[in-house]
């Protein structure tokens, strides 16, 4: 890989994303593969993200062992597991911009709808959906993980309307995208995408990937909750668009 200036750029934004999502700040991290995806190819980018992500998993899952949700675990990640075998099985047939492309619509549908909620909107949904619904979100995280490391959004339509304390909606966050990120590792050695040039890309962010993971913690740990799910629904919004306007493009 060539280490040309927008190749390092894109590199340390996507890395300081990625940081501060798993510091606490969850829905920043969908942006992180198609940030570094507009200097190099979108799977050398996601191979080069993956032991980065791991290293952050080490510092989000430590920073939040004691605020986790069990039983949103337990659901979500055998759906997860799935997703992630899916998400190998058709690597070759899923096109990375169509995931992408549907995943912000239905990030800004979901994150304009709960800045309604916020607001005091009134809706008949109910909070407590039945836990098969939730392994069928957690299926889904797992698929889009595996193409894109772009689980967040239905892990957050699943778990935000239950209303956690910031706390221990990062720390489940942090938690299952630990098992997730290590579970992908053997499809993503299956694919030959760990290659040395990758690796030694991952090595030299990670770095970066600790110091930004620490800046999210503290940031999280002193932010009002309110304050905390509207800045997630905000940044659902903006990374749809984002995402949307890529696929489309």
Same mark, same amino acid.
């Given at each position: 890989?060539?280490?040309? #200036?927008?190749?390092?750029?894109? *590199?340390?934004?996507?890395?300081?994303?990625?940081?501060l999502a798993k510091g606490g700040l969850s829905g920043a991290g969908t942006l992180a593969t198609p940030i570094?995806?507009?200097?190099?190819?979108?799977?050398? *980018?996601?191979?080069?993200?993956? #032991?980065?992500?791991? &290293?952050?998993? &080490?510092?989000?899952?430590?920073? $939040?062992? @004691?605020?986790? !949700?069990?039983?949103?675990?337990?659901?979500?990640?055998? /759906?997860?597991?799935? /997703?992630?075998?899916?998400?190998?099985?058709?690597?070759?047939? &899923?096109?990375?911009?169509?995931?992408?492309?549907? +995943?912000?619509?239905?990030?800004?549908?979901?994150?304009?709808? %709960?800045?309604? +909620?916020?607001?005091?909107? %009134?809706?008949?949904?109910?909070? !407590?959906?039945?836990?098969?619904? /939730?392994?069928? $979100?957690?299926?889904?995280?797992?698929?889009?993980?595996?193409?894109? @490391?772009?689980?967040?959004? #239905?892990?957050?339509?699943?778990?935000?309307? =239950? =209303?956690?304390? @910031?706390?221990?909606?990062?720390?489940?966050?942090?938690?299952?995208?630990?098992?997730? !990120?290590?579970? =992908?590792?053997?499809?993503?050695?299956?694919?030959?995408?760990?290659?040395?040039? !990758?690796? &030694?890309?991952?090595?030299?962010?990670? #770095?970066?990937?600790?110091?930004?993971?620490?800046?999210?913690?503290?940031?999280?740990?002193?932010? %009002?909750?309110?304050?905390?799910?509207?800045?997630i629904n905000v940044l659902l919004v903006g990374l749809g668009l984002k995402l949307l306007v890529d696929a489309?493009?």
């Amino acid at each position: 890989m060539e280490y040309t #200036p927008t190749v390092i750029i894109a *590199a340390l934004i996507a890395t300081s994303v990625l940081g501060l999502a798993k510091g606490g700040l969850s829905g920043a991290g969908t942006l992180a593969t198609p940030i570094l995806a507009l200097a190099i190819s979108p799977v050398q *980018a996601a191979a080069i993200l993956l #032991p980065i992500l791991i &290293v952050q998993d &080490v510092i989000s899952v430590w920073a $939040f062992r @004691h605020s986790w !949700n069990r039983r949103i675990v337990a659901v979500m990640l055998p /759906g997860s597991l799935v /997703g992630i075998v899916a998400g190998w099985a058709l690597a070759e047939f &899923v096109a990375v911009e169509a995931v992408m492309g549907a +995943i912000g619509l239905i990030s800004i549908l979901f994150g304009l709808w %709960r800045l309604w +909620i916020e607001r005091g909107g %009134r809706v008949a949904a109910a909070v !407590n959906s039945p836990d098969w619904v /939730g392994t069928l $979100f957690g299926a889904a995280s797992g698929f889009t993980s595996q193409i894109a @490391h772009a689980g967040g959004p #239905p892990f957050q339509m699943w778990v935000t309307p =239950k =209303k956690l304390p @910031h706390a221990e909606f990062a720390g489940t966050t942090a938690v299952l995208f630990a098992m997730i !990120n290590w579970a =992908k590792v053997p499809a993503y050695v299956a694919l030959g995408q760990f290659s040395s040039a !990758n690796l &030694v890309a991952s090595a030299w962010l990670v #770095p970066v990937a600790v110091a930004t993971t620490l800046g999210g913690v503290w940031v999280v740990r002193r932010m %009002r909750g309110r304050t905390f799910y509207t800045l997630i629904n905000v940044l659902l919004v903006g990374l749809g668009l984002k995402l949307l306007v890529d696929a489309i493009v």
